[in-house]
């Protein structure tokens, strides 16, 4: 056989759903998963899923295939390279929860939207998170959600996210911003910048009083993991800050933090008007303290997959349903049987095959005869256990199309 090769699925005008895949070929089979849409390649969004629920993808994703001269045979597996086969969170303590994907969409249940200010847009993130919110200090871009309740954080919370400095950082700014809530130094809630020095520091306002930890560089053009933890209760609570997973810093604090404010969350801009130069990505804000051990495998690039420290999706939670087929694509009754009355519809009795994590290759979803083409029609969906937490989850999977060499 000829190697395989990597077909970036791209949004197209027949654009139906949210669901993007992964796609390979090879020998002399053709692929075309345009009518999958828009989004982050190999990631498939449920949004929001509520404990006991099933969630299914809004649309349909279209996958057409076949060969010039031979069968053709499409597989479909949830393809994790290893690393976390699906990517959840609890959002019991989740305020804000912005994935730069495209959108400043908020994951959290507050679903309040980060809007692009001053032309900030969106481009490359850190390893396989996708995309990430880029600004430029030079024309104040930056994001902003605007003020809720939730935003008014006493201890304990946490704010978290990943930064990188681009080319020129810091610019003409002082103390460039990554985060922040609040309009000044003092009563100002929270703040995560890059010093004057190129050290990154947290800060907060306790009893009207700036308090800031902090002390490695990070002004390198890397991408970093950021998160600032305040544990404990008022007035004893204690500011710390991580970098890369480790504990850099803390400081005891001994007033209460100042967390009454109505103020906007501003992501790539201060209080102070300091703005970031460079690229901010999946930013969360918990009314919860993150333990360390969390805060280490976030700055991994995963976050707790099946049966983690809480009740996340099994492996067999996350899976498919065969809407229709087209063209000359026949499938196996027995294990993809086609949805009888074509809705795929929530909480009905339509076929639905689980699919587990793996990174080898799939089953066989349909097929072609020699020089055939066809294509299918599925629906995406996660069956959450009544025991799960509610989260906003995220499984990558991958179509291939493989042939015999002739």
Same mark, same amino acid.
């Given at each position: 056989?000829?190697?395989?090769?990597?077909?970036?699925?791209?949004?197209?005008?027949?654009?139906?759903?949210?669901?993007?895949?992964?796609?390979?070929?090879?020998?002399?089979?053709?692929?075309?998963?345009?009518?999958?849409?828009? $989004?982050?390649?190999?990631?498939?969004?449920?949004?929001?899923?509520?404990?006991?629920?099933?969630?299914?993808?809004?649309?349909?994703?279209?996958? %057409?295939?076949?060969?010039? @001269?031979?069968?053709?045979?499409?597989?479909?597996?949830?393809?994790?390279?290893?690393?976390?086969?699906?990517?959840? $969170?609890?959002?019991? /303590?989740?305020?804000?929860?912005?994935?730069?994907?495209?959108?400043?969409?908020?994951?959290?249940? @507050?679903? /309040?939207?980060?809007?692009?200010? @001053?032309?900030?847009?969106?481009?490359?993130?850190?390893?396989?998170?996708?995309? +990430?919110?880029?600004?430029?200090?030079?024309?104040?871009?930056?994001?902003?959600?605007?003020?809720?309740?939730?935003?008014?954080?006493?201890?304990?919370?946490?704010?978290?996210?990943?930064?990188?400095? $681009?080319?020129?950082?810091?610019?003409?700014? /002082?103390?460039?911003?990554?985060?922040?809530?609040?309009?000044?130094?003092?009563?100002?809630?929270?703040?995560?910048?890059?010093?004057?020095?190129?050290?990154?520091?947290?800060?907060?306002?306790?009893?009207?009083?700036?308090?800031?930890?902090?002390?490695?560089?990070?002004?390198?053009?890397?991408? *970093?993991?950021?998160?600032?933890?305040?544990?404990?209760?008022?007035?004893? +609570?204690?500011?710390?800050?991580?970098? %890369?997973?480790?504990?850099?810093?803390?400081?005891?604090?001994?007033?209460?933090? %100042?967390?009454?404010?109505?103020?906007?969350?501003?992501?790539?801009?201060?209080?102070?008007?300091?703005?970031? *130069?460079?690229?901010?990505?999946?930013?969360?804000?918990?009314?919860?303290?993150?333990?360390?051990?969390?805060?280490?495998? *976030?700055?991994?690039?995963?976050?707790?997959?099946?049966?983690?420290?809480?009740?996340?999706?099994? %492996?067999?939670?996350?899976?498919?349903?065969?809407?229709?087929?087209?063209?000359?694509?026949?499938?196996?009754?027995?294990?993809?049987?086609?949805?009888? @009355?074509?809705?795929?519809?929530?909480?009905?009795?339509?076929?639905?095959?689980?699919? +587990?994590?793996t990174t080898a290759a799939g089953a066989k979803l349909a097929f072609t005869p020699v020089s055939g083409s066809g294509g299918v029609r599925l629906r995406f969906q996660l069956k959450a256990g009544a025991a799960q937490a509610p989260g906003a989850y995220i499984a990558p999977l991958t179509f291939s199309v493989i042939a015999p060499n002739t």
């Amino acid at each position: 056989m000829f190697a395989a090769a990597s077909v970036a699925a791209q949004p197209g005008t027949a654009a139906t759903s949210s669901t993007v895949v992964g796609a390979e070929v090879l020998s002399a089979t053709s692929i075309d998963t345009t009518a999958c849409a828009t $989004g982050e390649l190999g990631r498939t969004d449920l949004g929001m899923v509520p404990p006991g629920s099933m969630v299914l993808t809004s649309l349909d994703c279209g996958v %057409d295939f076949g060969s010039s @001269n031979d069968t053709s045979m499409l597989l479909l597996q949830q393809r994790d390279g290893g690393g976390a086969a699906m990517l959840g $969170g609890t959002s019991s /303590n989740v305020v804000g929860w912005w994935s730069m994907e495209g959108s400043g969409a908020d994951q959290s249940t @507050n679903g /309040n939207t980060l809007a692009t200010r @001053n032309g900030a847009g969106y481009g490359a993130g850190p390893g396989s998170f996708g995309q +990430a919110l880029t600004v430029s200090e030079a024309t104040t871009q930056h994001g902003e959600a605007t003020w809720i309740a939730p935003y008014d954080l006493s201890p304990p919370f946490t704010v978290e996210g990943w930064f990188r400095t $681009g080319a020129g950082f810091p610019g003409s700014q /002082n103390s460039p911003t990554m985060i922040s809530k609040g309009a000044g130094s003092t009563n100002r809630n929270f703040a995560v910048y890059v010093s004057s020095g190129g050290i990154l520091r947290a800060s907060l306002s306790a009893g009207g009083v700036f308090q800031a930890v902090g002390g490695q560089p990070v002004a390198d053009g890397l991408w *970093h993991h950021f998160a600032m933890v305040v544990r404990g209760t008022d007035p004893t +609570a204690t500011l710390a800050v991580y970098l %890369d997973g480790q504990l850099d810093a803390e400081l005891a604090l001994t007033a209460p933090v %100042d967390a009454s404010q109505v103020a906007s969350i501003l992501v790539g801009r201060g209080g102070g008007l300091t703005n970031f *130069h460079g690229e901010l990505d999946e930013v969360r804000i918990y009314a919860s303290a993150l333990p360390a051990g969390q805060v280490a495998t *976030h700055a991994t690039g995963t976050v707790p997959d099946y049966g983690g420290p809480v009740s996340w999706a099994s %492996d067999a939670a996350f899976g498919a349903c065969l809407r229709s087929t087209t063209g000359d694509a026949a499938v196996d009754g027995t294990t993809w049987p086609v949805d009888g @009355n074509g809705t795929c519809a929530d909480g009905d009795a339509d076929p639905w095959r689980a699919i +587990a994590p793996t990174t080898a290759a799939g089953a066989k979803l349909a097929f072609t005869p020699v020089s055939g083409s066809g294509g299918v029609r599925l629906r995406f969906q996660l069956k959450a256990g009544a025991a799960q937490a509610p989260g906003a989850y995220i499984a990558p999977l991958t179509f291939s199309v493989i042939a015999p060499n002739t």
